[in-house]
């Protein structure tokens, strides 16, 4: 009975040891691809921490993260709350869990100490990681072919290559479907018992390849994420000859197992397929299908005659422990079939077991440190023992191999905590090297192991002691680099790391020193310069290695001694003087200014010039610099030399310094115009130009920089009105009022640029021709006008001379209108005297043939022009329009007068233009006939323009221009004298002018508004306004 109780209480006791030293698990889910600093849980409130009050912690509670050492941990955990998060390395389950499918079998497993050893507990942490629609559906090709017999019977199926997704579950592939399938197929899924959806083709109408050879459709999957994700393929379908029979495997399913140790070349299974065809068509080829994964190719290999399936490469069970094999038969005119293969790899004893160390107590150097004064059951670190083997080839045993004050507590599934069995003691063992031993079940049994190396530290209780308080110290100037000066040493009552001594300089001293950590050395690490300090006074300090460290200090006084060791030193690194371009020689450049640290002689410094190509001089003494030359800044903008400085020292020291003479701009040269290239060209400005609108530009350089170089533009001459403006600027020249007719035809700009140089700017003129018109018609009399133009006086408008200005216009109306009124009457009084000399008879004929001759050759033109004439009032095409002045009976003769209006034309036909002699009177004219257009002068800022009469002027009836057309052209009947035939033998009749092609528009004129004439003359005949009238 005493024995069953110990028993009892044994079992007891070691259930609750093994409670005890159990650890914690918790689950949580976390789904993939997570931005890092997500919370994931808390573990001091998931796992329901409390402490007790009345347990005294040696540190407050801390949550440690266990991984091994180089591992990177794909979450963190605050170490003062226990709080997790996600970091910045990304989550990947693909990535992670490659080769599972399975919906909930992806997890991430870490440890996490719960610290200190009072209230130590393990616990472990799986995050089961959820998958998230990240990858899309993928066909093997882009491209999938399919051959059918003709001959295939309705409803017949076929396997299409399936798709690809590396998510799981709903976010995996879902659905399959056929586009532009023609009514011809239909697609149907297969799922198989592993759950892959295979599509396959079913032929749903009779195929003849005599009709159609080929179809191509599109075939799309399509997987079940939110969103969904799906991809595209081109199924091409090939109908080939009649083929009768397809291969037929004899075994469409085979399973075989084969060790993981099987030899290079061992057969895996021999495919067996027949066909009932006869000759080619009977003779079958074996191969791979798409569907098998790398890792299968990669391995294996299938004869394409035979259908042997051979080992290609070594095997690994813990690779993958089977493989899944799609073989394809085909006698090569039809859709192959298709038998899968299972190939389970069986596993041998061929893995030793692995001991990965993840240490609580951070190592030093691979090495964990230890206070002798650490309480037992203290943790040291986390064995995980694992073996890729299975069953009892993957069963491990974890122990150590001999007896040591630490032992292996057993806490998970082969993961042991290391801890403090015994007290230790520094005095009796300093070091422990820990062998700890894995061991599986496997015959033979394999074995690995794994070394922990454990240093006890010593508690350090004694600081270190100079030897003296005060340590002083002389020396020489100018000493080697690495010179030394003295050995310092210090004492230490501690054994071990507590009595291990190191040395370092205190906050106050000069980095020129350097002290060895190890033995105390003192060295200079630069040259003493008595020049800048000739006095250090420091402090050296002694520490030892405890923990917590303790120290000792002394001060340390040292005395430079002086020598000869500085070179002459300039102000400056670098001189840049800036000198006016008509400095003249041997003016003043600049002072370069040297000293020296030194005394005496060696402090006396001469000054010279290297490579200055006697350009320069420089005082020796007092360093000015002088030009040898005359300068030019657009021949060269700088100079640059060296000054060098000796000094008197024994060796000699010199320096040298770079020196840049910059010559800086004067105001010596004028902008020149390079848009326009020349004062001859000229510029249309339609008529339709908008005010604001950019017409032309100028634009002008200068040889000269800065403020010399900055140009402004204005306009000084030919913009009397202002029509124009300038943008100072750009040189833009835009239209500044809306264009009138008044302002056609062509305006010469005075344009000057001026720049802003001191003291005196200088500034360039330029001529702008501007020919405000609708076209140009006739450029090269534009040209000839421009020509004419440049022979007027910069200062004077165009239009004065022979050129009449616009400011005029008025003036010349006034003469224009006398003008007009004394040729009218001139032309009555003729016309009266004539007729009083006419005899009655000549008088009936002439009325015979006034009445057969002055009659207006087209009735119909005209009434037509008067419609035309109603709708639009200013055609654009060219038309001349005439009057006719009508004797007219009134009822009161002692009333009879003359009532007219005469439209000026502004433009001349090219042909005419300036070709008539005035002083001849036209051949054609009758001698009696006034001239109502001789020696007219236009209203535009143009020439005279000269009009060639055509007609003769009957009696009674006479033909005066009545409106000028908008373009400024004068066009006399047609195109050209010759397009016109006189149906009368008598000179002076008017004769029919037939005109083909319209008027010919000549060059473009500046416009202006035509201009009306108003007179009454009492000899009773009236001018009927507005009746167009055509003449030969």
Known sequence: ??????????????????????????????????????????????????????????????????????????????????????????????????????????????????????????????????????????????????????????????????????????????????????????????????????????????????????????????????????????????????????????????????????????????????????????????????????????????????????????????????HKLTVLASDGSSTPSRATVTINITDINDNVPSIDTRYIINPVNGTVLLSEKAPLNTKIALITVTDKDADLNGKVTCFTDHDVPFRLKPVFDNQFLLETAAPLDFEATREYAIKIVASDSGKPPLNQSAMLLIKIKDENDNAPVFTLPVIGL?????????????????????SGRNAELSYILGPNAPTIFNLDRRTGILTAVRKLDREKQDRYSFTVIAKDNGSPSLQANTTVTLSVLDQNDNSPSFTHNEYNFYVPENLPMYGTVGLITVTDADSGENAIVTLSLVNAKDNFIIDPITGVIRPNITFDREQQGSYTFQVKAVDKGNPQKSSTVKVTIFVEDVNDNKPMFVIPSNNYSFELVPTSTNPGSVVTRVFAVDNDTGINADLRYSIIGGNSRGLFAIDEKTGNISLKEKIIVGDHGLHRLVIKVNDSGKPEPFHTLALVHLFVNETITNGSYIQELVRRNMETPVGQNIGDGEITPQTNDYVKIIIAIIAGTMTVILVIFVTALVRCRQTPRHKVVQKSKQSGEWVSPNQENRQIKKKKKKKKRSPKNLLLNFVTIEESKTEDPAHEHINGTLDIPVELEEQTMGKYNWATTPTTFKPDSPDLAKHYKSASPQPTFQIKPETPVPPKKHHVIQELPLDNTFVVGCDSLSKCSSSSSDPYSVSECSCQGGFKAPGPIHTRQPLRFHWILDNAASVNVGQPTAVS
């Open 1 to 322: 009975m005493d024995l069953l109780c110990a028993t009892y209480l044994l079992v007891v006791f070691i259930t609750c040891i093994v409670y005890e030293s159990a650890g914690q698990e918790k689950n949580y889910i976390i789904r993939e691809e997570r931005p890092e600093n997500v919370l994931i849980g808390n573990l001091l409130k998931d796992l329901n921490l409390t402490l007790d009050p009345d347990i005294a912690l040696s540190t407050p509670l801390q949550f440690k993260l266990v991984y091994k050492t180089g591992d990177v941990p794909l979450v963190r955990v605050e170490e003062n709350t226990g709080e997790i998060f996600t970091t910045s390395n990304r989550i990947d389950r693909e990535k992670l869990c490659s080769g599972i499918f399975t919906e909930h079998k992806c997890f991430y497993e870490v440890e996490v100490a719960v610290l200190p050893d009072e209230v130590f507990r393990l616990v472990k942490i799986r995050f089961l990681i959820e998958d998230i629609n990240d990858n899309s559906p993928l066909f093997p090709s882009t491209v999938i072919n399919i051959s059918i017999p003709e001959n295939t019977a309705v409803n017949s199926r076929y396997s299409v290559p399936s798709a690809i997704d590396p998510d799981v579950g709903m976010n995996g592939i879902q659905h399959y479907e056929l586009l532009k399938g023609q009514n011809v197929f239909g697609l149907d899924v297969i799922e198989t018992p592993e759950g892959d959806k295979w599509p396959q083709l079913i032929v749903q109408q009779s195929l003849d390849r005599e009709q159609k050879d080929t179809y191509v459709m599109k075939i799309k999957v399509e997987d079940g994420g939110d969103p969904p994700r799906s991809s595209t393929a081109i199924l091409q379908v090939t109908v080939t000859d009649v083929n009768d029979n397809r291969p037929v495997f004899k075994e469409k399913d085979i399973e075989v197992n084969i060790p993981e140790d099987a030899a290079v070349g061992t057969s895996v299974v021999q495919l067996h397929a027949t066909d009932a065809d006869l000759g080619s068509n009977a003779k079958i080829h074996f191969y791979f299908g798409n569907q098998i994964s790398n890792l299968a190719k990669r391995h294996f290999a299938i004869d394409n005659n035979t259908g042997l399936i051979t080992v290609k490469e070594p095997l690994d069970r813990e690779e993958s422990h089977y």
């Open 474 to 494: 002389s020396f020489i100037e100018n000493n080697p680099p690495g010179t030394e000066l003295t050995k310092i040493s210090a004492t230490d009552a501690d």
